[in-house]
């Protein structure tokens, strides 16, 4: 059973591009997070969706942040218009319906120059 | 929101030695976890554990979960044992993760 997928693993965007991480979470997980961690700190939730909903984006940054998880295909993380502050570590986390344990990815490392 | 305290910020040992890692959280929990992010930076699940004791070889980990803390017990360490130790809850209600400030722990040969 594979784990939490993510990719890029690394992920280079100058200043004012589109930046999409994808997440596609364990076989028979439904839920999926996001988490960013800015260096030399502790991870932030971000967003929690389940299939085709948002269930809690209350760290989601109000502008230029979105993300979804569509029926089919990975969860999606995208940044618009990408400055020099979201350079950090995009994790995913996914957990079963029945289960509140979370398995993390690899996480994304976002360079903005 | 919920606060979650780790202590010490910093750990320096020898290998071979034991430590004790702490975590307090400031509001009743559904669900802890214990990571340790290695120095690549990968995030790895060392407990789940809302209540109770488990232990996992080297490591074990306790919750008092009336008492609001978490300890984790690391005995005979290893240079590989290096890297950050993080405590993270899910608040009753809510189905988020607040991590604690983490722990850096070096160990050194």
């Known amino acids: 059973n594979a784990g939490v997928m993510q990719n890029p693993r690394h992920l280079v965007r100058r200043r004012g591009q589109e930046a999409r991480l994808r997440c596609s979470p364990m076989?028979?997980?439904?839920?999926v997070y996001w988490y960013r961690q800015l260096p030399e700190e502790g991870l932030k939730f971000m967003v929690y969706?389940?299939?085709?909903?948002?269930?809690?984006e209350s760290g989601m940054p109000k502008e230029r942040f979105s993300a979804e998880f569509p029926k089919e295909g990975p969860s999606i993380l995208r940044i618009q218009q990408v400055v020099r502050g979201d350079s950090a570590a995009y994790f995913c986390?996914?957990?079963?319906?029945?289960?509140?344990?979370?398995?993390f990815g690899p996480g994304t490392r976002l360079t903005v120059l | 929101g919920i606060q979650v305290e780790q202590s010490p910020p910093d750990l320096i040992l020898q290998e071979g030695a034991n430590s004790t890692l702490r975590c307090n959280f400031s509001?009743?929990?559904?669900?802890l976890q214990w990571f340790h992010q290695n120095p690549w930076g990968q995030l790895i699940n060392l407990f789940y554990?809302?209540?109770g004791t488990k232990q996992n070889g080297r490591l074990s980990a306790t919750t008092v979960a009336t008492e609001r803390y978490s300890l984790l017990y690391i005995s005979s360490s290893q240079t590989t044992d290096s890297g950050v130790y993080f405590c993270?809850?899910?608040?009753?209600?809510?189905?988020?993760?607040?991590f604690g400030t983490g722990t850096r722990l070096l160990v050194s040969p």
């Open positions: 986390a996914s957990s079963p319906p029945s289960d509140r344990k979370q398995f």
């Open positions: 076989k028979g997980h439904s839920h």
């Open positions: 969706l389940q299939k085709e909903n948002i269930i809690d």
């Open positions: 509001d009743s929990v559904n669900n």
């Open positions: 554990i809302p209540s």
């Open positions: 993270a809850v899910e608040r009753i209600g809510f189905q988020k993760l607040v």
